[in-house]
């Protein structure tokens, strides 16, 4: 579904992503997993067309991103930090977007709004909202539309257990239907039972992209966590 | 005792004949059709009554000492031909006539009134419409021009003579007249020891005065305004001009007065108003301006280095675009007393005059004299802050510019 | 697009600053009118506001805008939306919400006590100076990241625009004195949109005989039709190119 051929990017002098190619196929939940910097973040950027590859392309369903901005309509992305204008209230934020994407055949998916209870606080102003809260707001953005593609970026960070697990949930249940989820974490423990596919980065270049059972296998481990640990450990 | 009664008689019938001489009427119904022949038929001293009605005489040749009287302005036709009346002879009066239609000619100075080198000819009270020159005085002498109205039609320079035309004449009163819409309103081409006084000159098309090498003459009390160019005055020394006014003369190189190779002379009691430069001087000299009021110009005053000894004593500035400008650094002439609304000063000791010198001209009008492309600049950001910090820190503005003694109060003008 | 800009707009008014700079241009413009004896210099005095103030808070404002603006761009971007569009939609709400403030603010004292010609002229330059402005400061914003210096430059430009760029004028035209230079200046002030605007309102003026010869040179060019024409395109190009530029640029630029 989405597909990356020898990514590069730097920033001035410093290469965050170096030759990447990936492959994303649909219905399969993948990790982005890799040490602090290691370009996870800036790879989501270049695959929602925020980022701008120095070199090398991105096709999503076969067309270049570069030259078709429609794509986004398939992707629900959650970001690490969501920022949202700072005098707009929680309300304001949903209407706009919903005014804005006005896929008119679509149901707006509300089920993470409701589960949060995030229509409690719609009048909240963005700049008063806690992080957790925040969290919470990306999450329903990125569910809202129903969209093909989900991208959450350090999603449960900041969230509170519960709200983390029904988070989790509301992944498991998309994935279901067969979405491509692409999800970038720190806590490789809450990662266990929603991931098929890792993919793991360093220093802006792709380690390995491996099935979640053939890398247990390789490495003996029944944890990703442990997992990984050993991966890294090899290097 | 007896002898008294004689001497007084005889010189009472003496007079009688020479000036209450007869009575000649001109008329439908009168003794006589036309002017030309009642001027013909008279004698030294007679006076002639002309009806109303239309003549048109072509040109009336006045050559004897007559008193030509219109009743009602009869109207004089020149048909667009001829010169109406010309005067060739001293002691002529000619009063309350409507002169129409002079010819118009690029070769000779075709007046309405024309006076050939003659003493004490009095033209008053007439009303001059559509004539070429106006009332023309060639080396006249001791003759009054008062209460007439002139106005021409046409519309450019070439096609309009002048309204009062005046060359080599002395001793001459132009009084109480108004002119408008010739070519220079009053024209004074060597004309000496004369006065004017209370005329208006106005929409003329090219000066409202303008006179060169006439000495010792004195403007009062007359109007100028809305003439394309203003006042223009040259080469000529003992000029007074007092209690004139000066106003509207608005537009590119237009001036209140513009003043060129003037000396010895007085200007004083002057009204300066909405003119793009009150007064401009060249080489003037020994020139001193008083008591005049200037207000609503573009430049009040534009002095430039050639003159010298030009005194600016007690006179108002007021909402002026520039109050003074200059080319060159103008030490040979003073500034005092003088009101300047821009003045920011103060006065300690309360005696109305401020206690720091007032700088009338500003940086931003010294450039322009200099380059005067500059002018692109009017009015922008820049300008006024050169301005400001050439007041604050004066560095390249004249030196001796300067009003010491300004004037914390405008003066009652 | 119109709908982004309708949340821009509404982001904008909401904001106090705008709301007072258009009370702040109503007093003035209101107590200029009533101070001066007459309404040309009413207009004279508002002229300097027109070509200082209305700049200056343009740039300054639309400026910080886009910098604090950085959020909802960036979720705006990550939507299925051109980013020409978002852009665009982010100058026409600017350029729209300055120029409603220039219209209540001065043009209500405009309508109200000047409703000549020159009071149109000036109208319409205020609002066209409101644009550019706002136009310059877009392309500041996006070339420079850091706010602090993005703001820095947009008070340069705006300092070279009303002050450096007549100081080289006189500059120049001291150098080159002993050439005709009036007919150069027409065409360099057309580098300048606030000498251009200054220009066009002064000749309508009175004031303009003041200018002579060289005020006669600008009358010849600007007081024809074709010079008024190209005068209208240069004004439109100080917007357009400035918008076009950051916009490419913004296109290309990673979030």
Redesign the interface.
């Known amino acids: 579904m989405i597909i990356a051929s020898n990514v590069s990017k730097k920033f001035r002098k410093l290469t965050v992503l170096e030759n990447i190619s990936v492959s994303c196929a649909k219905g399969e939940c993948i990790a982005l997993i890799g040490p602090n910097g290691s370009g996870k973040t800036t790879l989501i950027k270049t695959i929602l067309g925020m980022v701008v590859p120095d070199s090398g392309f991105i096709t999503f369903n076969g067309q270049n991103i570069l030259h078709d901005w429609k794509y986004r309509s398939h992707i629900g992305y959650m970001p690490q930090i969501g920022r949202y204008p700072d005098n707009m209230t929680i309300g304001q934020v949903l209407n706009m977007m919903k005014d804005i994407r006005a896929d008119k055949e679509k149901k707006w998916d509300e089920e993470l709004i409701d589960a949060f209870g995030v229509n409690a606080l719609l009048n909240k102003r963005m700049r008063t909202l806690s992080g957790g809260t925040r969290q919470k707001v990306s999450a329903c953005l990125a569910f809202l539309f129903d969209p093909d593609v989900l991208i959450l970026d350090e999603p449960t960070a900041g969230l509170d257990p519960l709200s983390s697990e029904l988070l989790k949930e509301k992944i498991i249940k998309e994935k279901k239907k067969g979405k491509l989820v692409m999800i970038t974490s720190h806590i490789l423990s809450e990662l266990d039972d929603l991931i098929t596919q890792v993919i793991y980065m360093q220093e802006g270049k792709l380690i390995f992209h491996k099935n979640i059972d053939e890398l247990r296998k390789d490495t003996g481990e029944q944890k990703l966590s442990k997992a990984i640990a050993s991966v890294m450990l090899k290097k | 005792m007896m002898k008294n009664y004689i001497f007084i008689l005889v010189v009472f019938f003496l007079f009688d004949a020479d000036t209450f001489g007869h009575v000649l009427h001109v008329g439908k119904l009168a003794s006589y059709r036309s002017v030309s022949q009642a001027v013909h038929n008279a004698q030294t001293g007679d006076s002639i009554f002309v009806e109303p009605g239309i003549y048109l005489e072509k040109n009336i040749v006045i050559d004897k000492p007559v008193s030509l009287i219109g009743i009602n302005f009869p109207e004089l036709d020149g048909e667009h031909k001829y010169e109406i009346i010309s005067v060739r002879s001293d002691n002529v009066t000619i009063r309350g006539f409507l002169l129409k239609n002079s010819g118009i000619s690029s070769l000779i100075d075709i007046a309405g009134i024309k006076v050939y080198g003659r003493r004490n000819v009095v033209i008053a009270g007439n009303k001059l419409q559509g004539t070429f020159f106006g009332i023309y005085m060639e080396n006249a002498v001791n003759c009054r021009i008062e209460y007439n109205q002139l106005a021409a039609h046409t519309a450019n320079e070439q096609q309009s003579g002048n309204g009062i035309h005046c060359w080599k004449c002395d001793s001459l009163c132009i009084i109480g007249n108004s002119v408008t819409h010739h070519r220079d309103g009053i024209y004074f081409e060597f004309v000496t020891n004369s006065v004017i006084w209370r005329n208006e000159s106005f929409n003329n098309i090219r000066y409202g005065l303008h006179f060169m090498f006439s000495h010792n003459d004195a403007y009062i009390a007359n109007l100028f305004h809305n003439n394309s160019a203003g006042v223009s005055v040259m080469f000529t020394h003992g000029v007074k001009m007092f209690n004139n006014i000066f106003e509207d003369n608005?537009?590119?190189?237009?001036y209140g007065i513009f003043i060129k190779e003037i000396s010895d002379s007085y200007i004083s009691g002057n009204k300066f108003r909405r003119n793009?430069t009150g007064i401009y001087m060249e080489g003037a000299s020994r020139i001193h301006l008083e008591k005049n009021l200037f207000t609503n110009n573009?430049?009040a005053l534009r002095i430039q280095a050639s003159c010298m000894d030009v005194s600016t004593e007690k006179n108002n500035f007021i909402?002026n675009?520039f109050d003074v400008s200059t080319n060159g650094s103008l030490v040979m002439n003073t500034f005092e007393k003088n009101f300047w609304d821009k003045y920011e000063g103060y006065d300690l000791n309360r005696d109305g005059i401020g206690d720091v010198p007032y700088r009338p001209v500003s940086l931003y009008s010294m450039?322009i004299e200099?380059?005067?492309?500059?002018?692109?600049?009017?009015?922008?950001?820049?300008?006024?802050?050169l301005d400001k910090t050439e007041k604050v820190l004066p560095g390249i503005t004249p030196e001796g510019l300067k009003d010491e003694q300004p004037l914390m109060k405008p003066l009652s003008l | 697009m119109i709908k982004i800009i309708k949340y821009v707009i509404t982001d904008i008014l909401r904001n106090k600053i705008v709301m007072a700079y258009t009370i702040f241009l109503m007093a003035i413009s209101l107590s200029l009118f009533n101070l001066e004896d007459n309404i040309s210099?009413g207009l004279?005095s508002l002229?300097?506001i027109t070509?200082?103030i209305v700049p200056l808070v343009s740039i300054i404002f639309s400026t910080i805008y886009i910098y604090n603006s950085a959020e909802f761009i960036e979720l705006m971007v990550s939507q299925p939306l051109q980013r020409k569009k978002i852009w665009m939609s982010l100058f026409a709400g600017l350029a729209i919400s300055l120029s409603l403030s220039f219209c209540i603010g001065a043009g209500i004292p405009i309508v109200l006590y000047a409703a000549s010609s020159i009071g149109f002229i000036m109208l319409a330059m205020g609002i066209i100076l409101s644009i550019i402005f706002a136009a310059v400061a877009m392309l500041s914003a996006v070339i420079i990241r850091d706010k602090a210096k993005g703001i820095g430059i947009s008070v340069l430009l705006w300092l070279y625009f009303?002050?450096l760029f007549?100081?080289i004028?006189?500059f120049i035209?001291?150098q080159f004195?002993d050439y005709p230079?009036?007919k150069a200046?027409v065409a360099i002030?057309a580098f300048n949109p606030i000498?251009l605007g200054?220009?066009l309102i002064?000749l309508k003026m009175?004031?303009s005989?003041?200018?002579?010869?060289?005020?006669?040179i600008?009358r010849d060019f600007f007081g024809t039709q074709v010079g008024f024409i190209i005068t209208l395109v240069i004004l439109l190009l100080w917007i357009a190119t400035p918008a076009w530029m950051s916009a490419r640029i913004f296109n290309k630029k990673d979030l």
Do not use: H, Q
């Open positions: 608005w537009g590119d190189g237009c793009t573009g430049s909402a675009t450039i200099k380059n005067p492309t500059a002018m692109v600049l009017f009015r922008s950001f820049m300008t006024s802050l | 210099k004279l002229l300097n070509l200082i009303s002050l007549d100081g004028v006189l035209l001291f004195e230079l009036e200046m002030t000498d200054r220009i002064l009175d004031v005989a003041m200018m002579g010869y060289t005020g006669a600008f």
